[in-house]
């Protein structure tokens, strides 16, 4: 708390927060105007899971929202409000250890919050800003939940669940049927949270619809370090497909194993694979990374300006992955709404990001267009790692590749 | 479910799981067969142990099964000065007073790792991690199979240890009459020490055995404590041979219990095991006393 330039006591400032919530009810007056009456420039919360089972995705995603916060400040800041002061949070990779520094943040006085990662600690955290009508921008979490209830100051850039399934179960048929129909069995690898969990329903109730017959659907926990059981699971079934639903640490792990006991599907699919698009997972393994296919958040790959930081990102040693440049999107859609509202007030700044139509990103989405928090213009796209590279193989539109399916022997 | 495809594999890889388990619960009933305390800080001192090899891979660069021959010391020397100038001093001959002491040391020292190296999970990635051997029926692991034979090395060293040396001689003594041991001019102070050093360098060698394959971060050492106490009450307190055989059954019961019941309620299949040894059998396998 050494950078919170106002001096009150805890008491006193629960008691003004108190205050001011009921002020805030009447209208009359909002209390993050008067904590950041103080304060020059715009104050804006990082907030992801740095430590703990989720941190290399934490830490990829901080790596993303400064490198656009050192950019729009190193090209003088946000017109007439000066430059952006991120203020750092770390979640911990837990729900609760996010919606402690959401509270650390708010009285912190940001003017806006960007993270979160994880589906879990975006439900919590979102909510706990909700409670200050504090804006709250969700880099990846894509959990439906998150923008279904209602909350005004939540919103999401990226697509969420219900897109992203639909078009990969679509995306699935398709390279499924172009190759002759060979995959007729799935099994579903999932992480059971929320994120996982979800997923695992949705492809439950939808894969059948599509003609795949489910075999088993198989759980576990984050963190788990030993997949045996679960591979010996699937070279017993034999299915032709396997799809994962995990985290960057197990999806590795996963594929490792399978690797290792030689279970050699036709296809792995995965939807939202923590590894699946990731440039650190194909150069680090290689073998076990090899046709694997993914429907995931990814950069336009004709767009200059994400090449020119997929570049950037790579000189400082670091891999260009999706964590990267969502949050490094996120805030650049909230320095565009900042600019619009011309003023850091929560509630101009809310206003703001949902009317907005925020574009020269260098995502592969339509026309920015927010309903109930949810960005309609965003989508996923198909990736398969080949010749030790993640293209593009759907939407035809973004291509890089034709889809390499079964999987060679 | 029931073939055999999945079965064996899966009781084998049990079997790589529970060498580990011994070692870690060879120290923890070396400790009780000779102090008579529970360690309660056996799980610290596995994180940090881990931490060790960890470092010793990234600071200095040595292979986790080469740094087994200086953190194995190190360790000793640890367990040593731990029991003879914290533990044995401040429990001032009570043994209720070690318990609690080991239980305060537990504490500082994962708070330490804490502070020092912070929550995050680390691994290393030594090129055999992902290895198998084919034994035609299931592709087991390679750094499983080394840590599989490093056990049976580790508990024929310390059979040699108790049976053909002076110190051996003396822990056994102590362990069975503390004051007609004393009586005889044994220092029980110094035997405490060093079977508590001996305690701490078998997990120092748990932590070699297992960094291969597995992660570090300041709380680990405590899912396997609570798996080796499960052992040590299974095995019969202070049973050495119970220790090693214990653990075997346990990391079977883990296997399938992960395999029947899921990932996520793997572990339940142990403490099962804990609660009916307890109600049935409470001296264990190889107990004398209850």
Same mark, same amino acid.
């Given at each position: 708390?050494?950078?919170?330039?106002?001096?009150?006591?805890?008491?006193?400032?629960?008691?003004?927060?108190?205050?001011?919530?009921?002020?805030?009810?009447t209208?009359?007056?909002?209390?993050?105007?008067?904590?950041?009456?103080?304060?020059?420039?715009?104050?804006l919360?990082?907030l992801?899971?740095?430590?703990?089972?989720?941190?290399?995705?934490?830490?990829?995603?901080?790596l993303?929202?400064?490198l656009?916060?050192?950019?729009?400040?190193?090209?003088?800041?946000?017109?007439?409000?000066?430059?952006?002061?991120?203020?750092?949070?770390d979640?911990?990779?837990?729900p609760?250890?996010?919606?402690?520094?959401?509270?650390?943040m708010?009285?912190?006085?940001?003017?806006?919050?960007?993270?979160g990662?994880?589906?879990?600690?975006c439900?919590?955290?979102?909510q706990?800003?909700?409670?200050?009508?504090?804006?709250y921008?969700?880099?990846?979490g894509v959990?439906d939940?998150?923008?279904?209830?209602?909350l005004?100051n939540?919103?999401?850039?990226?697509?969420?669940?219900g897109?992203?399934?639909?078009?990969?179960?679509?995306?699935?048929?398709?390279?499924?049927?172009?190759?002759?129909?060979?995959?007729k069995?799935?099994?579903?690898?999932?992480?059971?949270s929320l994120?996982?969990?979800?997923?695992?329903k949705?492809?439950?109730?939808?894969?059948?619809?599509?003609?795949?017959?489910?075999?088993?659907t198989i759980?576990?926990?984050?963190?788990?370090?030993?997949?045996?059981?679960?591979?010996?699971?699937i070279?017993?079934q034999?299915?032709?497909?396997?799809?994962? /639903?995990?985290?960057?640490?197990?999806?590795?792990? +996963? *594929?490792?194993?399978m690797?290792?006991? !030689? =279970?050699? @599907?036709k #296809?792995?699919?995965?939807?939202?694979g923590?590894?699946?698009?990731s440039f650190?997972?194909?150069?680090?393994?290689?073998?076990?990374a090899?046709?694997?296919?993914d429907?995931n958040?990814w950069?336009?790959?004709r767009?200059?300006?994400?090449?020119?930081?997929?570049?950037?990102?790579?000189?400082?040693?670091q891999f260009?992955?999706?964590?990267v440049y969502?949050?490094?999107?996120c805030?650049y859609?909230?320095?565009?709404?900042l600019?619009?509202?011309?003023? /850091?007030?929560?509630?101009?700044?809310?206003?703001? +990001? *949902?009317?907005?139509t925020f574009?020269g !990103? =260098?995502? @592969?989405? #339509?026309p920015?267009k927010?309903?109930?928090?949810?960005?309609?213009?965003?989508?996923?796209?198909?990736?398969?790692?080949?010749?030790?590279?993640?293209?593009?193989?759907?939407?035809?539109?973004?291509?890089?590749a034709?889809?390499?399916?079964?999987?060679?022997? | 479910?029931?073939?055999?495809v999945?079965l064996?594999?899966?009781?084998?890889?049990?079997?790589?799981?529970?060498?580990?388990?011994?070692?870690?619960?060879?120290?923890?009933?070396?400790?009780?067969?000779?102090?008579h305390?529970?360690?309660?800080a056996?799980?610290?001192?596995l994180?940090?142990?881990?931490?060790?090899?960890?470092?010793?891979?990234r600071?200095l660069?040595?292979?986790p099964?080469?740094?087994?021959?200086?953190?194995?010391?190190?360790f000793f020397?640890?367990?040593?000065?731990?029991?003879?100038?914290?533990?044995g001093?401040?429990?001032?001959?009570?043994?209720?007073?070690?318990?609690?002491v080991?239980?305060?040391?537990?504490?500082?020292?994962?708070?330490?790792?804490?502070?020092?190296?912070h929550?995050?999970?680390?691994?290393?990635?030594v090129?055999?991690?992902?290895?198998?051997?084919?034994?035609?029926?299931?592709?087991?692991?390679?750094?499983?199979?080394?840590?599989?034979?490093?056990?049976?090395?580790?508990?024929?060293?310390l059979?040699l240890?108790?049976?053909f040396t002076?110190?051996?001689r003396?822990?056994?003594a102590?362990?069975r009459?503390?004051?007609?041991?004393?009586?005889?001019?044994?220092?029980?102070?110094?035997?405490y020490?060093?079977?508590?050093?001996?305690?701490?360098?078998?997990?120092?060698?748990?932590?070699?055995?297992?960094?291969p394959t597995?992660?570090?971060?300041p709380?680990?050492?405590?899912?396997?404590?609570?798996?080796?106490?499960?052992?040590?009450?299974?095995?019969?307190?202070?049973?050495?041979?119970?220790?090693?055989?214990?653990?075997?059954l346990i990391?079977?019961v883990?296997s399938?219990?992960?395999?029947?019941?899921?990932?996520?309620?793997?572990?339940i299949?142990?403490?099962?095991?804990?609660?009916?040894?307890?109600?049935?059998?409470?001296?264990?396998?190889?107990?004398?006393?209850?």
């Open positions: 708390m050494s950078n919170n330039t106002i001096s009150v006591s805890r008491r006193r400032f629960l008691a003004g927060t108190g205050l001011s919530a009921a002020a805030v009810a209208g009359t007056l909002s209390i993050p105007g008067v904590l950041r009456a103080q304060a020059s420039d715009v104050k919360g990082v992801h899971p740095v430590t703990g089972a989720l941190s290399y995705s934490g830490q990829q995603g901080r993303g929202a400064t656009a916060i050192e950019e729009i400040n190193a090209a003088g800041g946000i017109k007439g409000l000066g430059k952006i002061e991120p203020v750092l949070g979640a911990q990779s837990t609760d250890g996010g919606v402690a520094e959401v509270e650390k708010n009285s912190a006085g940001v003017a806006c919050i960007v993270g990662y994880a589906s879990n600690i439900l919590a955290t979102t706990a800003a909700a409670r200050y009508e504090l804006p921008v969700v880099d990846v959990a939940g998150i923008v279904t209830r209602g005004k939540t919103f999401r850039f990226g697509p969420g669940f897109v992203i399934s639909k078009t990969a179960l679509t995306n699935l048929a398709a390279i499924n049927d172009q190759a002759g129909k060979p995959a069995t799935v099994m579903i690898v999932h992480e059971d994120f996982g969990s979800g997923l695992a949705l492809l439950n109730a939808q894969l059948p619809q599509h003609g795949f017959q489910i075999l088993e759980p576990h926990p984050t963190p788990t370090r030993d997949f045996n059981n679960v591979v010996l699971k070279k017993a034999n299915p032709d497909l396997v799809i994962p /639903a995990n985290y960057y640490n197990e999806y590795v792990l +996963l *594929a490792r194993t690797q290792q006991q !030689h =279970v050699r @599907p #296809g792995i699919y995965s939807v939202l923590g590894a699946a698009s650190k997972f194909v150069k680090e393994f290689p073998e076990a090899k046709y694997i296919m429907c958040h950069f336009d790959p767009n200059d300006k994400a090449l020119a930081l997929k570049k950037k990102v790579e000189s400082k040693n260009f992955t999706y964590e969502m949050n490094y999107s805030v859609l909230i320095a565009d709404a600019q619009r509202a011309a003023s /850091a007030d929560r509630a101009k700044l809310t206003a703001a +990001l *949902a009317n907005s574009s !990103h =260098v995502m @592969p989405y #339509g920015t927010f309903v109930n928090g949810q960005n309609e213009g965003a989508a996923p796209v198909n990736t398969q790692v080949l010749d030790n590279d993640i293209k593009v193989i759907l939407p035809t539109t973004f291509a890089n034709k889809p390499v399916f079964p999987m060679p022997a | 479910m029931l073939s055999p999945i064996v594999p899966a009781i084998l890889n049990g079997l790589l799981t529970g060498a580990i388990y011994a070692l870690v619960a060879l120290g923890l009933t070396l400790i009780y067969g000779v102090l305390i529970i360690n309660f056996h799980g610290a001192l994180s940090a142990a881990l931490f060790a090899a960890f470092f010793a891979y600071v660069g040595l292979d099964y080469v740094a087994v021959f200086l953190n194995a010391p190190l020397a640890l367990g040593y000065a731990l029991q003879r100038f914290i533990i001093p401040a429990s001032r001959g009570d043994d209720r007073n070690m318990l609690l080991t239980l305060g040391i537990a504490v500082v020292i994962e708070n330490a790792l804490l502070y020092a190296f929550a995050d999970t680390r691994t290393i990635n090129g055999y991690a992902f290895e198998t051997i084919n034994f035609g029926i299931a592709f087991l692991a390679v750094p499983r199979v080394v840590g599989f034979i490093a056990v049976f090395l580790v508990a024929f060293a059979w240890i108790m049976t002076d110190t051996g003396a822990i056994r102590v362990a009459e503390k004051l007609g041991a004393q009586l005889a001019g044994i220092d029980v102070a110094h035997i020490a060093i079977t508590f050093g001996i305690g701490t360098a078998c997990v120092a060698v748990a932590a070699c055995l297992l960094i597995y992660y570090v971060n709380h680990v050492g405590n899912a396997f404590v609570l798996v080796a106490f499960t052992i040590v009450v299974l095995g019969g307190m202070g049973s050495v041979p119970g220790a090693v055989i214990g653990a075997f990391g079977i883990e399938l219990s992960g395999l029947f019941l899921g990932e996520s309620l793997g572990q299949g142990i403490f099962v095991i804990f609660i009916v040894v307890l109600l049935v059998r409470p001296s264990g396998l190889f107990g004398e006393r209850a």
